[in-house]
């Protein structure tokens, strides 16, 4: 069916009821009239606007709808979570013979969740974030595009890093299957990267009322439970939705990522791409969402494949491992087994519980043989600045009447929304609000980007509660090094992932300072527990269960990229006046958004040098340890589960895992010398840089960021008063080697430049 034949189950929309939350700000259509109607009465009162309510209303609502969107336009899904339990607690209070009633218009909710795989493939093909960015801009197009003309009743919010979630107000069965198929049809428009290969999208569906349906399962909707209150009660109606669609979406991506392997050796086949070629992406981009699941190669997703009688067969075969890997990461949650009763089928849960029985879930005493200091984990609700923040001002709420009583609760809603709710550290948009802010003043200004190591291993050997621990003890610590640092800094979250940004208020040298700090209170803050360690400390729920046998403590690994302006100043200069010009004009953003921009390209292209290295050497510290050599001990599994986490950052697909074991195998003397090699070799590419398709901007930033890391280590080395020649040389070398690329990408450019004037001067 038509994309044009679809949309006409969406111009007549069903009667729709306006959300009681959103009726006083419906009012206005937009945060710029919302700030024009607080100007106009800020003017009106003068002095007396601060001691106004009204006014003080309208300045918060602004601050607010300022920062409920994300960059590609969609709703932060906070915004859902605050929309929702203001929705659902006033529906819960109202009682009958059952129970608590919810209305009816909230019963028939819908949502549509979908998934833009391979982002890391994107950012790393298309250079860091701007292709992935361009991804998701393209799934917020495309589902505005299915959408037709029914756009009221609709919402589309940020669910995660890189997944959207479409919410349906009121929609009828037939009109929702029809939108999932118009977008299901769409190929996403990556823009300035239609080069790249379009990344698969995944779908999964919830529908409110088996929300509810669980709810009861476990009396939430019950007064005489007791023990829950109606705003209790829709607190958990939203944390049991998202559970039970990251359960749901969890079993649809492995499903997605068999079909993405089953085209790769699909093109192998016709001819299209070599074996070779189709190994490295499985193993780079598939590989590790199939942990544990016995399609732990190409090899095997193949024999599957040629084995199964059938199509249906060797689907039905693929969804029951894809249920068996969603329990294994989701079995920790205390309502498990009823999202398994709403998703599974009798045979998948029959599947489910053979696998259950035959797990061993018995933790060897001596899995980790050295006695470590366990982090203590700090408060979910109040233990960092940011979290204590939100909790000062949510208590506030209700301390005050009448209209200064809504004041509070939209103060507290608008904290929220800058900040990331699992460390309460400021989010990416408030980093580059200050950031143009600081370059319009000319402030000194550096960047310290810093990478969570080893979030894989926390998230999918220790499980969520594990990973959630490891990013809110990694934001205790950057906070407690700018306190104790005499640096004037900030620390961000930058992305839902394990990205952090510090800005700092001074050149690279203060950054640097600052940096060191951060180690030194990282080297003592322990290593983050496993669940069970977690429940003792309070961390966790008692009803979590334990966390995976191949996982043992592990301390925080930050990896660290330093940037400064000035050095922006340089980069901007090697692209020419002309060419900024043109950059500005594409972008449509002032030139302060695109230093911002720049300034933080390049700290993030600066960390993976550090990454890259650190990471070799301490899994080959790991191999080399007694217990390793048994491949039956725990030990053995742990360090290969940590392997299989870290493909990507050791360059898997060109090489790197068999360097990797090669080295452990072979224990050279010259092993740091042969890593950092092999590390530059595969991130500088100086002439891989030079004649690629990457954009002018692009190039120069990586050029960038390998000259400023090159005589960063020379200083080091000089100030040591090294003696290590080779050492000198070889970086010597390297820093020659990007110095004149760096000449040749501006000569190519003026090259450029000087042809289309004489071409115009001609005409």
Known sequence: MSISALNKFFEAPEEESADPAEAESLRFSSSAELAREYARRRNELGERAADDPDCELLRLRVELAN?????????????????????????????????????????????????????????KEGHKQAAGDAGLEAVVRAVREALGDRREGVSIYRYDSSEYMIEFTDISEINFVFFEEALRGKKLDLGDFRHLEAPPLTFTRIDFAEVLDIMESINLTKPERGEIDAHEAAVESVTILTRFANYNLEREKFVTRVKRAIEKLEAVKKGEIKREKAEAFFATYLKKGLYGSGLESLEDIDDLWRDGRDLADFERSVELMAAAAAKSRFADDRWFQLYERHLASSLERAYLKTVQTGENSSRAAD??????????????????????????????????????????????????????????????????????????????????????????????????????????????????AIIESEVEARAYRYSGGDEFVILVEGDAAEAAALKEDIERIRASAGRIPDLRSLREQGYAPESVGDSRPDYAPMELVLNYGISELRAIDMLLSDLGEQRVGEMLDKSRRPLEAVKADLLVKTADAAVGYQKATSRFCELLELMARPGYADENSPEHKRVESVIAASLKAIFHEQGGEEALRYWAAARPENQEE??????????????????????LVDKLVEIHAARNRLITELEKLQEENSEDKNKIEALQARLFAAEKARQEIIEARQNIVGTAVDKKNRM
């Open 367 to 480: 899995f980790f043989s050295d006695d470590a200091d366990l982090a203590r984990i700090p408060n979910p609700h109040y233990g960092t600045q940011g979290l204590a923040i939100l909790s000062r001002k949510k208590e506030q709420i209700g301390r005050r009447t009448g209209k200064w009583a809504e004041v509070d609760r939209i103060a507290y809603e608008a904290e929220a929304m800058k900040r990331d709710v699992g460390t309460g550290l400021l989010e990416r948009g408030q980093l580059f609000e200050e950031l143009e802010a600081r370059i319009t003043l000319g402030q000194p200004t550096s960047l310290i980007f810093i990478d969570l190591g080893y979030p894989k291993y926390f998230n999918d050997a220790g499980r969520r509660a594990v990973g959630d621990a490891a990013l809110l003890k990694t934001a205790e610590v950057l906070e407690e």
């Open 674 to 695: 042969l890593i950092d090699r092999f590390v530059a070799d595969r991130l500088e590419k100086i002439d891989e840089i030079l004649s690629g398709e990457k954009e």
């Open 67 to 123: 920062a409920e969107y994300d960059p590609a336009g969609a709703l932060k899904f906070k915004s859902f979570v605050r929309k929702s339990r203001e929705l659902l607690k006033p529906a819960l209070e109202s009682e009958n013979d059952k129970g608590y009633r919810v209305a009816e218009p909230i019963e028939n909710r819908r949502y549509l969740i979908v998934s833009m795989g391979e982002l890391g493939r994107l950012n």
